[in-house]
């Protein structure tokens, strides 16, 4: 397995690589987009941090990649849903770095307030400006957070300490919960009315692209102080630069930028800006958490499956993963069940569970059926991740229901599939809570473990059927390891045959049979 660190990451990080049998690791700091594109190829797991563009064209190019890694939070040099339609499955670090970028934000405001950066360039100038740096007390000032999540929470807590009145707007988060931390929650538009200094904790994201434009600074204090440690392009940045030099806003903290580096830019000709590289979590113990978390959980995916912090796909990991893993199993041989039996056009896909499920997460086992539904259906590389997108893509309808008492078994899933010729339902239970079987297919009860070959016969229910069925695979040369009888739940005029095999069963065995008057239907269906 080769993975590429394209974005400077800590060196305990690394050094999980090395040690890992199995896993050969290449730092390439340095590459440019087209050296992304040109490599990127022959690499199972990207590790990033907010440098590197993961552009569709990066991902497009990525034919071996499974998994990107980031070290750190922000997704918005990914191009997630790229990244997903492939399968490939997209993780982050969302603990790691959030006291330190907390921290960063905090300095920033405090440095604001007491113009510290201007203050160090006059003195080392040679200047002692004691008066025109005089700056403002931060106690008592109403601080405004514009997101509540790990970050914003933290800074809410640390300005707590500093005796400022938080104020929190977070459509998000249910307000008692910020009225519980001992925040007051306000809407956005009391937010910028009362707010001494605005701190943005959202993420970057369509919503938030512009966020605090030209309207959003009218309806602000005059001499607001606004700190981003966030993401460049949540603040209008023309609009902040005219916010700055009418004095609507007193200064400003930039800790990032719509473009990063921002070069030759007007916001950094203001005095009244203060500013820093993108430099949120760039403190030694964030980087050494981030990249040892990165690090751990690509090891995990590559070498066991399991899956932490993924932003694309259900994260299942440790006990849960072992736990789960044969209902995985099941799910995705009833999927892969159903898309051999079916006809005509997928339309809804119907799945409920009963018994022991009411313990387990549903969302894994659905994603894991659909995987097994569309993986022969529809085209290469539909994997966990991308099949839930794909079948909206096909305009499948998903459903998924949780029945209070099992019936015959302890654990039971039934899918129905609904097509624009047909209805199939499949049954599949777990014995002793690890084997796979089907136990009901369209009405028929049978008891077939799902693997290998096998071909499903709908044959009448009468004598010398089971005889003729038995002589075509003998006269075909083709060894019968399992030979069962379906008994049809209702009226009894089917028998549902089931023939497993040690090969696929050959086209001619299938026509032969197909060309006899008493049986209805024959599907060969392999697992
Ligand atoms: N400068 C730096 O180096 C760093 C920057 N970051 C940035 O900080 C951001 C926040 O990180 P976390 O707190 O970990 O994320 P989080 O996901 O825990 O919290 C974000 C919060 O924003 C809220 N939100 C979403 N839209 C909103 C809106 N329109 N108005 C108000 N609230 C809104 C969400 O409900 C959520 O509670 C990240 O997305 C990342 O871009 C993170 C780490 C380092
Ligand atoms: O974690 C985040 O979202 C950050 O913004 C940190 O960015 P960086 O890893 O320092 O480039």
């Not at 005219?242 to 005095?271: I, M, N, R, W, Y």
């Not at 015959?408 to 010729?421: A, G, H, S, W």
């Not at 069963?505 to 697992?527: G, R």
């Amino acid at each position: 397995m080769k993975v590429l660190v394209s974005d400077k990451l800590g060196e305990a990080g690394i050094e999980l690589f090395k040690n890992e049998p199995g896993i050969e690791v290449d730092v390439k700091t340095d590459l440019t987009p087209e050296a992304l594109i040109q490599q990127i190829g022959t690499y199972d797991a990207l590790i990033i941090r907010s440098a590197t563009k993961v552009t569709a064209e990066v991902i497009t190019a990525a034919t071996n990649l499974k998994v990107i890694g980031r070290a750190g939070i922000g997704l918005d040099n990914v191009n997630v849903p790229a990244a997903t339609q492939k399968g490939i499955v997209v993780m982050n670090t969302p603990t790691g770095n959030t006291i330190t970028t907390a921290e960063h934000a905090i300095a920033m405001m405090m440095a604001l307030s007491r113009n510290i950066p201007q203050a160090t360039i006059s003195l080392k100038a040679g200047r002692w400006e004691k008066k025109k740096l005089q700056g403002q007390e931060m106690m008592n000032k109403t601080l405004g957070l514009l997101g509540f999540g790990k970050i914003g929470s933290i800074v809410a807590d640390r300005a707590r300490g500093l005796r400022m009145n938080v104020i929190v707007f977070d459509p998000n988060v249910n307000p008692e919960k910020i009225q519980e931390a001992g925040y007051e929650s306000v809407s956005l538009d009391e937010l910028y009315a009362r707010s001494d200094y605005i701190t943005i904790h959202v993420p970057k994201m369509e919503k938030t692209i512009g966020l605090l434009n030209a309207d959003a600074f009218s309806r602000m204090k005059d001499g607001i102080m606004i700190i981003n440690c966030a993401r460049g392009g949540i603040i209008d940045e023309a609009a902040l630069y005219d916010a700055l030099q009418s004095g609507k806003v007193a200064g400003a903290a930039l800790d990032v930028f719509a473009k990063e580096p921002p070069g030759e830019h007007p916001l950094l000709t203001c005095e009244n800006v203060i500013c820093t590289p993108h430099l949120g979590a760039s403190t030694q113990e964030a980087q050494t958490n981030v990249a040892v978390d990165v690090a751990r959980q690509i090891i995990a995916y590559l070498k066991e499956g399991t899956i932490i912090n993924a932003v694309n796909t259900p994260s299942v990991t440790g006990d849960r993963l072992a736990r789960l893993k044969p209902y995985l199993e099941l799910g995705r041989k009833l999927g892969l069940l159903l898309a051999q039996i079916h006809r005509g056009k997928l339309q809804e896909v119907a799945i409920e569970y009963s018994g022991e499920y009411h313990d387990l997460e549903l969302g894994p086992i659905s994603t894991a059926l659909i995987n097994g539904l569309l993986e022969p259906l529809v085209r290469e590389g539909v994997n966990a991740v991308n099949a839930p997108a794909i079948a909206q893509e096909m305009g499948i309808k998903v459903t998924e229901t949780l029945r209070a008492e099992p019936f015959d078994y302890l654990n039971l899933m039934t899918v129905r599939v609904t097509t624009t010729e047909q209805t199939d339902t499949v049954s599949g239970t777990l014995f002793g809570k690890i084997y796979p079987r089907i136990v009901e297919i369209n009405d028929f009860r049978v008891d077939v473990s799902p693997e290998g070959h096998m071909l499903i016969i709908l044959s009448e229910n009468k004598p010398g059927v089971i005889g003729r069925i038995g002589t075509t695979f003998g006269e075909g040369g083709v060894n019968i390891v399992r030979f069962m009888v379906g008994n049809e739940a209702i009226e009894g005029q089917k028998n549902m045959v089931i023939i497993k095999t040690d090969e696929p069963v050959p086209a001619d065995i299938l026509e032969t049979l197909k060309s006899k008057k008493v049986i209805f239907e024959a599907t060969s269906v392999n697992f």
